[in-house]
């Protein structure tokens, strides 16, 4: 019943994300244009505090606490992580895209910059985009931090990677503020 349950539910998902992508004119054949999968919307989340603009900010459970763990090693190392965004609902990145259509962006330069609504990493609550004091938030220019440089060292010792490096496979911007964390598989005993 609960495989049953499961594929229903999934089934629900698409169609609501499908009508999403009709009602916005994202282009069929999206995903597999970008390689990026079908996102599941988090059930379950707790906050992780503020965000720079005080925003409650909310992740899966599992990644908080990675989340939670990286922060205060990277603390003890002198950096400071700051939070700018991180779960995302389905209806929050269609507002983003509808935002960005009405300013009169054409939505193949939106989709370079933004996942359409069911493909962003922010749905499953283990997604963070982060910042650090003196550095504009969701630009570029943060590669050049000393937090950035801390991550690239450290972050997947916590099971985070960063998702949109430079010359990606997805068709998205480099992002090297976009840290997704992974959960790590152990090993079947033999």
């Known amino acids: 019943m609960a495989v049953l349950l499961s594929f229903f539910q999934k089934y629900r998902y698409r ?13 069929a054949g999206y995903a597999r244009a970008c390689r990026i999968a079908l996102q599941p919307e988090a059930t379950s ?5 503020p965000d720079v603009y005080n925003r409650e900010q909310l ?11 990286m922060r205060k090693a990277a603390s003890a190392d ?4 700051q939070v700018v965004s991180a779960f995302r609902s389905v209806e929050y990145q269609e507002a983003i895209l509808r935002k960005k ?4 962006q054409c939505m193949n330069e939106i989709l370079c910059v933004s996942a ?3 493909y962003s990493e922010h749905h499953t609550g283990r997604a963070l985009d982060l910042t ?31 998702s949109f490096p430079k010359d990606n496979p997805h068709g ?15 090993p079947e005993p033999r």
């Open 15 to 27: 169609k609501r994300i499908a009508a999403i992508h009709g009602s916005l004119g994202i282009p």
């Open 116 to 118: 359409a609504p069911g």
């Open 101 to 104: 259509l009405d300013s009169g």
């Open 78 to 81: 002198g950096i400071e992580l």
């Open 132 to 162: 650090t004091p003196g550095f504009a938030v969701l630009e570029e220019e943060f590669e050049r931090s000393d937090a950035f440089a801390w991550l690239t060292e450290n972050a997947a010792g916590f099971s985070f990677h960063m």
């Open 172 to 186: 998205v911007i480099y992002e090297p503020w976009h840290w997704a964390w992974i959960e790590q598989r152990k």
């Open 45 to 49: 989340l707790m906050s992780i505090g």
């Open 59 to 69: 992740m899966n459970p599992r990644a908080a606490q990675g989340w939670f763990t």
